[in-house]
Each structure stands twice: as structure tokens, then as C-alpha cells.
């Protein structure tokens, strides 16, 4: 396969605020045969998710940075063309942890198969059914542990995992109110998505009060996306005893030295259990969520959107669509066939 | 009782900063017969607790502030001097919530008749047997569930909730380090206590180097009475599904625009619950909790120090005390019976 190019995207440094193309530039690399055990995928969908943005961080502690000079890491999806392992099949198509690039070599032990006859859009692999939607199932479901009748507020409300949450939490019986950053955002999570309430946190004026208004018996889950401003407002309107799941606070992730939020006092006040989480701290039970999803949205009960955007060269630019809510739903680098 | 004279300190306004005697002064009011019900008690001992400067607040959703114009609140150990009841008798002595005064007029049915004869002092009803022990025993149990050979760090460690913490966390079996504000208290809390580390922060430099250096195995469990600076160092130091329990931010109590921890992205990182409590959660299970302390202090296995300041006229610049980390243990305010 030496005569096969490997075009990829990797971290020449690390970026102190949002990054740019000298930090993560592409290199074309020769393609290597796959050792005894791997495979080589030829990646038709890379997911783009802000959990990346951290791993290009060295900051002390945190799980996995990827390392400089290495390609920038996400879940793809893609065929397998070269198969050193008697586990898959050159045409088999496989769900793997690979990178910002056209070709993935893996262990086969470590991909997973998917099966195209199911029915199942295969991007969903990525989202609904596949990370984005198991971080809303087990941060909503297992932190938050929604009873009927509470109140959730969820923000990034329109994002992948907000649009999950806020889903779910209706199916459990729950009042639901989402924050987003437009009227467009809003109008899709409160006409098509089944929310009780959605509130513009830009054109709101004072938060704290909009989320009175829209929560008249307080907040008993608060799932955040984004910390910040957000967070605080919503932090003076948690009841006793309230749950905060904190799945990522994008607001802060490309700023180095952002405060932290101020009102968490009401932590004591409160009683307030304020609990991170990564989706991969349930990796036990993915197959448990994944059939739950899958059941709901086969049945109708989930909704989605997805942003796919042709063209790996893009990447960079497409992924920062994150940072500033322009992308509409889960955002994916497709590369389509006849270019790869 | 017209005749006897209630000498209160109650509050004029609400302190933005260090309270002063203008917020904070005091009246001599006329005592009144108790109604139906009711009994009127000559306080012994008031506790003096850093909860009580919150309670000065008028920060919205705060847990029952204390209102202008009324006594500040506090608990109470004193006699029954007339009593309009018939579950007490005069010369009963009771635990009660009563206030920074010499007389407490207080419902029968809500205050606690103490059994002088156990032999237990009665001023540790107000610490270490009362809500400053009741609050190490549910903070750490209830919130930080320790298991033997993991790692306990405290702050505010030779205070009266930290030195209580740390010396369970021992009992449970685990390695306990303690941060602490003088040479003197961390003596006290390795020496005599039988914390396994301290650390001086006024003293060690890198506090976060410090912190990593007297727990070789990062931390499972934090208790936090302080937040600010050292809940940052702390938060980096937090092993994978650490759990920090929030007993109160003293360091920020008297900054109104303190900021929030910068570190709290470690949340996400490590998974990290973050749990909120006050000791009032618990009054359910109060019954069991005293029943241990006193069965550890009785069999010698729980030390204590207290600081008992005479003069109700000082208790303002006592009180204070608490928040320059000058007091010496629970802290208490006695009136001598001559005195009353």
C-alpha cells in the first residue's frame, strides 16, 4: 500500500485559544501494510465533537492529550480495504477510534462492526446512537436521575447532546427548557423536539430572571454544556437538593484563563450535587444505552440533526463551527467515496 | 419577667464585608413571660460557627436569612428559667436555636432537654457531639463514602469540622492529610490527632507541589471548608471519580465579588462529583450520628479543642476570630452563670 497516500491533520502545537491552521496543519504520508491483528479503514465520516478541542491541550491530568505530531483524534466511520485479521473483512464497514485523516489503521480487536442491512443511517453511528447520544443517556439518566414532574434545564439546548437531553427528559415526564443562541435554534427544540420552554440567552436580557420565568417551580436538573454565564444564571435557580451534570463547558475551552463561575456558593446553600462526567466512564453499559436509543429513535421518538460537510481539506475550519453555534446539530467531516 | 433585662445583639443591616458594631450592635430589651408552650432560657454557651455570617446575607434563595432588625442566630446550650410547659421543668438544661443573647425565648417542643449526668461536658454538644461533629460524620461519610487505603485531604484541618474529618477518615482507614494555617496547628493535627501529612499554606510555596508531595496516590476524597485558592490546588490533584464535599467556602464569606475556582474543569477531566451539604440535610439521621461521636469520644478515640471566651459584650470581635483563622478549635461564647 506504499503507493497509497495517507492525507492527515495533526498537532504541530498547542493551541493557547482557538486553533489555527500553523497548529494544525495536514501532511500527506505513505500508507503502511497493516501488522498481524490490524486493518486499514478508508474513513467515509469523522465526528467532530468538543471533547477534541481538550485534547490538544496539555494541561496537566487531563485524560489523553494527544500528543504533538501525532494526527488529531476522533471517531470515524469508514470500510475496511485491508484486512490483516480474520476478526474483519476488506467491505466491512467499522465504527473506530481513528483520526483527522483518509486512511485509519486500527486493531481489529478494537473497532466495531456495524451493520449496514439494519436500517440505521450509518452517520447516527456518531451521534444519536453513538457518543453524543450515550453522553445525554447516562449524564441525563445516571447524574441527573430525573423523576416525573421535575424541571430540567438543559443548554446548548439545540446542540447534539442538548437536543438528546432535553428529548429524553420528556420521555421521563419532565418539564424541559432549553437555552440556545438563536430564535431559529429555539423555535426547532419547542415546535419539532417537544421542549416545554426555550429561552435566547442573547437576546433575553437578564438570564437569571428568563429562567424564572420559564422554570416557575426552580430547576432540579441542570445539564451544562457550557459553564460560564450560563452556569451562574442558572445556578441561582436550582431548588433544594438539585443536580448539576456537567458534561463540558465549551464557553470556556479556547480561553486560558477564563474565571470561574462565582455563584457556586449555592452549592452549599442548596445542597447542590454537581457531578462531571465522560461518556466513556460508562463504557460498560454502552450496549444498554445504545439499544434504548436506537429503540426510541426507530420508533419516532428521537429527533436529530446533523451538519455533514464534505471535504477532509475543511476540517479545521468546519470543526470550529463548535465554538461559535453555527453549526446546526452534529457536526461530521464526510469524505465521500469517488474522492477518497 | 418584666423586670429582667435581655441583653441581644442583633442585626441593623447587611454586612458587605467584615461585619462591624454598626451592623451588628446590641439592645437591651425587657424579657417577657413565655406563652403557651413556650419556656425562657438563661443561655450558658452559644456557638459560634462561620454558617452564621451567611445567614447575615441577603443573598437571594439563601437558607433563611436573619431578617433586619432581628437577633443574630445561633445555637444554645442554657437552663430553663421559667417554663409555660409541660415537657420541661425549670433548671432543665436544653440545646435550642436561640440567638447572640442572654435569654432565648423558645418553643418546648423545639428544643433539645441535655442529660447532665452522662458525664459528656456540655459544650461539646455544640461541637464535636453537636453540628460541628454531626457535619464531619455526614460530610465525609454520607457525601465522600471513604474506603479504607484511600486518600482524605482537609482543609481548615485543626479547625472544629476539619479535626473531626480527618481523625474519622483515620478511624475508617484511611491516609489523611491535612492543610492547615500554622506550624502550631499542624503539630497538633499530625501529633496529636494522628493525621498521617500537613501542610502549612501559608508557608509551603507551591501549594499544588505540596499537595502531590504528601499524597503520592492523588486524592479520592477532598473536604473542603474553604474553597478559594486551595480548593484550585486541590481540584488539581483529584484522582479519576474523586469526590469533593462542599461544607463551606469560609475564604470567600466576607469578599462580596470573590472570584469563582479557575480549576473546575477537572470536573470533566477526572469525573469528579461535587457535592454541596449543610448538616440540617441529616437531622433524620442525627440520632445515629450522635450515638457514634459520643461512643468514639467516650472510648478516647476523638479529640477535641475548644476556645470558650467569656463576655457576651465580645462576641462580635469573637465571632471574628473565625475568619482570620486565630481560634483554636470550636469556638464558643460562655456567659458565666454569676454573670446572667
Not at 444505552?289 to 464534505?310: F, H, N, P, S, T
Request: proline share 5%.
Amino acid at each position: 500500500m506504499q503507493d497509497m497516500i495517507n492525507r492527515q491533520f495533526y498537532l504541530a502545537s498547542r493551541p493557547a485559544a482557538e486553533p489555527t491552521s500553523e497548529e494544525v496543519p495536514f501532511r500527506d504520508v505513505p500508507l503502511c501494510e497493516p501488522e498481524q491483528g490490524e486493518v486499514v479503514i478508508r474513513n467515509m465520516y469523522i465526528s467532530l465533537d468538543p471533547a477534541i478541542r481538550g485534547w490538544m491541550s496539555d494541561l496537566s491530568n487531563y485524560i489523553e492529550p494527544i500528543e504533538i505530531g501525532e494526527p488529531i483524534r476522533s471517531s470515524v466511520i469508514g470500510r475496511v480495504v485491508k484486512s490483516n485479521s480474520e476478526q474483519l473483512s476488506e467491505g466491512d464497514v467499522v465504527l473506530a477510534v481513528g483520526a483527522w485523516e483518509r486512511y485509519t489503521t486500527a486493531q481489529a480487536a478494537a473497532v466495531t462492526r456495524l451493520d449496514e442491512s439494519a436500517g440505521i443511517p450509518l452517520s447516527s453511528f456518531l451521534g444519536i446512537i453513538g457518543p453524543t447520544g450515550l453522553t445525554a443517556y447516562f449524564g441525563l439518566l445516571d447524574v441527573g436521575k430525573p423523576q416525573a414532574g421535575e424541571t430540567v434545564l438543559v443548554s446548548a439546548a439545540a446542540g447534539a447532546v442538548g437536543s438528546t437531553v432535553g428529548q429524553i427528559a420528556k420521555l421521563k415526564g419532565c418539564r424541559v427548557v432549553g437555552i440556545a443562541g438563536s430564535d431559529d435554534k429555539c423555535a426547532w427544540i419547542t415546535d419539532e423536539l417537544g421542549f416545554d420552554d426555550a429561552i435566547n440567552y442573547k437576546t433575553c436580557g437578564d438570564l437569571e430572571a428568563a429562567i424564572r420565568g420559564a422554570c416557575p417551580q426552580g430547576v432540579d436538573i441542570y445539564f451544562d454544556n457550557v459553564g460560564g454565564d450560563i452556569l451562574d444564571a442558572a445556578l441561582m435557580c436550582m431548588n433544594k437538593h438539585a443536580r448539576i451534570a456537567v458534561c463540558g463547558w465549551i464557553s470556556t475551552y479556547n480561553e486560558a484563563d477564563a474565571p470561574g463561575p462565582r455563584n457556586l456558593w449555592q452549592m452549599v446553600a442548596k445542597s447542590l450535587k454537581v457531578q462531571g462526567f465522560v461518556v466513556i466512564d460508562y463504557v460498560d453499559r454502552f450496549a444498554e444505552g445504545i439499544e434504548q436509543l436506537a429503540e426510541w429513535l426507530m420508533a419516532g421518538k428521537l429527533q436529530y440533526r446533523e451538519e455533514i460537510v464534505d471535504d477532509l481539506d475543511n476540517i479545521l475550519p468546519t470543526f470550529l463551527k463548535l465554538f461559535d453555534g453555527s453549526n446546526q446539530g452534529k457536526l461530521i467531516t464526510r469524505i465521500p467515496e469517488e474522492s477518497v
